[in-house]
């Protein structure tokens, strides 16, 4: 399966929000509800952060939000903190018990 | 609290088997219930799954890598490790363990902190 696309990098100023975008395909995305996404610092592992496209665990801040539309997921951080900038990478259920990421995108807080 | 580990070399040579064991601690694999992965990051690129197991033993691989991959569960130990041979250079990344805790569906819920392996002569 190919990787899921998403932007390489966006930006935005403290108090903003700002959405990343993980385009799929009807194969993956498009057709399963569950899609994961993870915040990654600059040496350190992934924090997930959304789960089943829109529900966050535990100790994560209502600031960040998932939603889905067709082939399309997106992650959505509003009121952006100096904190969240990071990597952020999407990951979809593909079928048949198998996983694909997206390639990650670089969000910087201006 | 589950904590993962992994450990294994460092630096393999091209066309040698990369082989990575990630010891789990907190809980126990054999209770069941997750499925335990292997996910790379080449340097400066995004995450790449590599492939899950299950305490069963029922595995599931990325189909870029299948023909080189192997992963398998230790339970008396409670680690899984992973094999990939034939590497090369593309190969080189941070490998990291991690706990799927929804089953299969890709919830990574607790991870290693990740280990480099570098393939190079």
């Known amino acids: 399966q190919s990787a899921l696309t998403q932007p390489a990098s966006v930006s935005g100023s403290p108090g903003q929000s700002i959405t990343i975008s993980c385009t799929g395909t009807?194969?993956?995305?498009?057709?399963?509800?569950?899609v994961s996404w993870y915040q990654q610092h600059p040496g350190k592992a992934p924090k997930l952060m959304i789960y089943?496209?829109?529900k966050r665990p535990s100790g994560v801040s209502n600031r960040f939000s998932g939603s889905k539309s067709g082939n399309t997921a997106s992650l959505t951080i509003s009121g952006l903190q100096a904190e969240d900038e990071a990597d952020y990478h999407c990951?979809?259920?593909?079928?048949?018990?198998?996983?694909?990421f997206g390639g990650g995108t670089k969000l910087t807080v201006l | 609290q589950v904590q993962l580990q992994e450990s294994g070399p460092g630096l393999v040579k091209p066309s040698q088997t990369l082989s990575l064991t990630c010891t789990v601690s907190?809980?126990?694999?054999?209770?069941?219930?997750?499925?335990w992965s292997w996910i790379r990051q080449r340097p400066g690129k995004g995450l790449e799954w590599i492939g899950h197991?299950?305490?069963?033993?029922?595995?599931y691989y990325n189909a870029s890598l299948k023909s080189r991959v192997t992963i398998s569960v230790d339970m008396s130990k409670n680690q899984f490790s992973l094999k990939l041979t034939s590497v090369t250079a593309a190969d080189t990344a941070v490998y990291y363990c991690?706990?799927?805790?929804?089953?299969?569906?890709?919830?990574?819920?607790?991870w290693g902190q990740g280990t480099l392996v570098t393939v190079s002569s």
């Open positions: 991690a706990r799927d805790g929804s089953s299969y569906y890709g919830y990574f819920d607790y």
């Open positions: 907190g809980g126990s694999i054999s209770r069941g219930g997750y499925y």
């Open positions: 197991i299950y305490y069963s033993g029922s595995t």
């Open positions: 009807s194969s993956d995305v498009g057709s399963y509800k569950h």
């Open positions: 089943e496209g829109s």
């Open positions: 990951c979809s259920y593909a079928g048949s018990s198998t996983l694909v």
